[in-house]
């Protein structure tokens, strides 16, 4: 089945350590996107790549870094630089084609140690 | 800049009840508009997408519904069930390429 896969579903950091979500799809889509989520708060965005080897910052780009060597493929790293790095990480990818709906991994949940 | 909103942030119901969830946008000049659900803890699933030529678009017992002129769109559901208790969020497509614009969902429960 096609689909986006995220890893790890729980993720915990240390102070001043950096982590790396990952974002698999399989789905051929030509776009993907990183969200946050924190409650109350609705889902902001933290980066996107419409092709591969370009993004673009989000609304909320300060803190995270990523890249897109593959298409299937794009990792978010979550630096020391972010002090409040704890919510709800979702990935998203869609379609360049006309009307396409967009599809959600499941999340990883980062929490600080 | 586009701005989605959805009222209200929460929404209790019994079951069997049918029920329309509300979504504005201040911009009408859209591409398209989403209707997704989110469960506690997991990641959102699309339910239906209204392209902007569209009026209403419908799956089982959801019909969603989109007026651009009044920056409006509805998704009614139909004989609700607990099962239908979660957040459903819409997001709007300004241009197609362009990411999508969120609002903040309305959490749906519904009562046996």
């Known amino acids: 089945d096609g689909g986006i896969t995220q890893s790890p579903k729980y993720l915990f950091r240390k102070e001043g350590q950096n982590v790396t979500l990952s974002c698999e799809q399989n789905l051929n889509h030509d776009a993907m996107y990183w969200y946050r989520q924190d409650p109350g708060q609705g889902l902001r965005l933290i980066y996107y790549?419409?092709?591969?080897?370009?993004?673009q910052k989000g609304d909320i780009a300060e803190g995270y870094s990523v890249s897109r060597e593959k298409k299937e493929s794009f990792p978010l790293t979550v630096t020391s630089a972010q002090k409040n790095p704890t919510a709800f990480y979702l990935c998203a990818s869609r379609s360049g084609q006309r009307h396409q709906p967009q599809h959600f991994g499941d999340g990883t949940r980062l929490s600080i140690l | 800049k586009q701005e989605v909103t959805q009222i209200p942030a929460a929404l209790s119901v019994p079951e069997g009840e049918n029920l329309v969830l509300n979504c504005s946008f201040t911009d009408s000049a859209i591409y398209n508009l989403q209707w997704f659900r989110q469960d506690p803890g997991k990641g959102l699933t699309s339910l239906l997408l209204i392209q902007s030529s569209q009026r209403e678009q419908t799956s089982g017992r959801l019909n969603a519904s989109l007026d651009k002129s009044s920056g409006r769109s509805t998704l009614y559901i139909a004989a609700s069930q607990p099962g239908d208790s979660a957040t459903y969020l819409c997001a709007v497509n300004p241009s197609g390429n362009t990411p999508l614009v969120f609002g903040k969902g309305t959490r749906l429960s519904v009562i046996a």
């Open positions: 790549s419409q092709i591969v080897n370009d993004f």
